[in-house]
């Protein structure tokens, strides 16, 4: 791979296993792939109404700049359920606002060079 998509939860423990996520992608440029880079982090289980996504968004914000997706992902139920049909959030629930989510996120994606 060239390049590493994060998603993230919006939890403050997710914080600290982004920064052990990126000392191993430093490990990986070190040893096996020096061109590898971060294409961006996706803020994922996002909750508007609670505070904690907003103060986690703001930290990775402030340390990402350009990396972070505008697009969030936001918590939902039709997103965790779909595995158990062994179908994705398109075909499971292709009105939800998870699919919707995701296909914002693709959009972007493209558009960012992706």
């Keep these: 791979a060239s390049e590493v998509l994060i998603p993230l939860q919006m939890e403050i423990l997710s914080l600290q296993g982004l920064a052990q ?7 990986v440029r070190r ?11 996706v803020p994922s289980m996002y909750d508007g109404r609670r505070r904690l996504s907003d103060e ?3 930290e990775i914000g ?26 994705s959030i398109l075909t499971y629930a292709p009105s939800s606002h998870g699919a919707e989510d995701y296909i914002k996120l693709a959009k972007e994606f493209i558009k960012e060079g992706g």
Excluded: Q
């Excluded at 996520?21 to 490990?27: F, I």
């Excluded at 505008?70 to 139920?77: A, G, L, P, S």
């Design 21 to 27: 996520l990126l000392e191993t992608v430093n490990e």
């Design 31 to 41: 040893v096996l792939n020096r061109n590898l880079k971060i294409k961006g982090i």
């Design 56 to 58: 986690v968004l703001k």
């Design 62 to 87: 402030k340390n990402f700049k350009e990396k972070v997706f505008k697009t969030h992902i936001r918590e939902c139920v039709k997103i965790a359920e779909a595995p158990s049909f062994a179908k």
